[in-house]
């Protein structure tokens, strides 16, 4: 079973930048096309930046141009770099494999945009 650890989400004021990291337990990681998500309270889990194997990005429309998604291969992981944050991008966020089969999700990491 493959387990996914997010890290890095914190309260942050409007404007402010975050770094998160997604670690995978997955020996051919670098196989897959790895996707970050987010959910806000009461509202469907939605996909925020897709990265292929082979380095191809797509950004969902209200992250485009003040978040960049990459991965280090080396080490199985997919970070996602946030800048201009604004109070709607509040939600948990998660990563995983892109796809109508996933691995098991993990616990996400809580990323606050609050004055």
């Known amino acids: 079973q493959v387990q996914l650890v997010e890290s890095g989400g914190e309260l942050v004021q409007p404007g402010g930048s975050l770094r998160l990291s997604c670690a995978a337990s997955?020996?051919?990681?670098?196989?897959?096309?790895m996707t970050w998500y987010r959910q806000a309270p009461g509202k469907p889990r939605e996909m925020v930046a897709i990265?292929?194997?082979?380095?191809?990005?797509t950004y969902a429309d209200y992250v485009k141009g003040r978040f960049t998604i990459s991965r280090d291969n080396a080490v199985n992981s997919v970070y996602l770099q946030m800048s201009s944050l604004k109070p709607e991008d509040t939600a948990v966020y998660y990563c995983?494999?892109?796809?109508?089969?996933?691995?098991?999700w993990g616990q996400g990491t809580q990323v606050t945009v609050s004055s």
């Open positions: 995983n494999k892109w796809g109508t089969v996933q691995w098991t």
């Open positions: 997955k020996s051919d990681f670098n196989l897959y096309t």
């Open positions: 990265i292929t194997s082979s380095g191809r990005t």
